[in-house]
């Protein structure tokens, strides 16, 4: 997959391998034809942590570095964006869509959000390159 990295972000060379590494751990590191885009921002419409669109041959992910007015942790920041990487996978397999989402079911209750909870947190521990960020 091609991928690109925008705007600023702390440790550029640790989110990239990071990166790489969940796209690995969601399968989706072979999609050769498919390009994603990972923007770190100021701050998101409605102060949200982080957003993800897409489709079966490109995606985009927005993280916001600030909300409500306060810088967001750089490693909550990284469960964000796993977070988000889950939902690209759901994309360009086909299991999200715009169309996906059922008016009758609270957003935090919808199988697709569902899943990204689930895995937002083992994802960052299993593939965040540890030995590269200095605490």
Not at 72 to 94: C, D, N, R, S, W
Request: overall charge positive; hydrophobic content about 40%; glycine content about 6%.
């Amino acid at each position: 997959m091609i991928y690109v990295i925008e705007g600023q972000i702390r440790h550029k060379k640790a989110v990239d391998i990071y990166i790489q590494n969940l796209m690995k751990a969601l399968n989706i590191h072979r999609r050769y034809a498919s390009e994603l885009t990972i923007k770190f921002l100021t701050k998101l419409p409605g102060e949200c942590l982080g957003l993800a669109s897409g489709s079966h041959r490109w995606g985009e992910v927005e993280i916001a570095r600030t909300s409500y007015g306060e810088k967001i942790p750089y490693f909550e920041q990284m469960i964000t964006l796993a977070h988000e990487m889950v939902h690209i996978k759901q994309y360009m397999k086909g299991e999200l869509s715009s169309f996906t989402t059922s008016k009758k079911i609270p957003y935090k209750n919808q199988s697709w959000e569902q899943e990204a909870q689930k895995m937002e947190y083992e994802l960052f521990a299993r593939a965040f390159p540890w030995d590269m960020v200095k605490f």
